[in-house]
């Protein structure tokens, strides 16, 4: 099974500040990897796949980018709704494999 | 307006089986793949499995030998079907459906499961 590492685990950030979350894959993925948000009442929404398509509805600044093993996210300017849980996703092999999430939180 | 809801026992004793109905709308289940995932507290999200437009299925194999999923197209409902459930099942159980190959561009809320006696 291919591995997805997630870093960092947590992330304190400001409103209106640029973050990167970073994600690695155990082998080479061929660029087959999603990203999605995770609300605090459950809600799971999909935001890029393919590392870096942006699903219809999601803010412009929100971007993908990454080859091999290595990929990330990036949000450009923080808005209060963006503070969530965030997991890539692998779907280059069965079976599917997610990270193990990284926790946006206010600083 | 797609939409996919989960409906489950919320409470299931050790040993017997888990049953979830994933209702859809807005789109029909002969045109997407629709998986189910699961988060718990031990393993975080796991895939288990999807059931193809044409209605085969592919399962993880960590669940293999006590997962089924299927369907009733005419219901728009997916179900899942778990036998043998441990106390390490207990989680939340989310239907999505597949877009582009792998990818889950929809969810449900998610189905909340306690495996307790």
């Known amino acids: 099974d291919i591995q997805m590492t997630q870093s960092p685990s947590s992330l304190p950030a400001s409103l209106g500040e640029r973050v990167t979350i970073s994600c690695r894959a155990s082998?080479?993925?061929?660029?087959?990897l999603n990203w999605y948000q995770q609300k605090p009442d459950g809600t799971i929404k999909p935001l890029i796949y393919?590392?870096?398509n942006l699903q219809s509805g999601v803010p412009s600044r929100f971007s993908g980018s990454g080859s091999g093993t290595d990929y990330s996210l990036t949000i450009s300017s923080l808005e209060p709704e963006d503070f969530a849980m965030y997991y890539c996703?692998?779907?280059?092999?069965?079976?599917?494999?997610f990270g193990s999430g990284t926790k946006l939180e206010i600083k | 307006q797609v939409q996919l809801k989960e409906t489950g026992p919320g409470l299931v004793q050790p040993t017997q089986t888990l049953s979830i109905t994933c209702t859809v709308s807005?789109?029909?289940?002969?045109?997407?793949?629709m998986q189910w995932v699961r988060q718990t507290p031990g393993k975080g999200l796991e895939w288990m499995g999807f059931?193809?437009?044409?209605?085969?299925?592919e399962y993880n194999s960590e669940f293999k030998s006590r997962l089924s999923i299927s369907r009733d197209t005419s219901k728009n409902q997916v179900f899942l079907k778990m036998n043998s459930l441990k106390t390490e099942d207990t989680g939340v159980y989310y239907c999505?459906?597949?877009?582009?190959?792998?990818?889950?561009?929809?969810w449900g809320q998610g189905a909340s499961v306690t495996v307790s006696s």
């Open positions: 999505a459906r597949v877009s582009v190959p792998g990818y889950m561009d929809a």
């Open positions: 807005g789109f029909s289940l002969t045109s997407y793949y």
């Open positions: 059931i193809r437009s044409g209605g085969s299925t």
């Open positions: 082998q080479g993925i061929s660029n087959n």
């Open positions: 393919y590392t870096s």
């Open positions: 996703q692998q779907d280059a092999s069965f079976p599917l494999t």
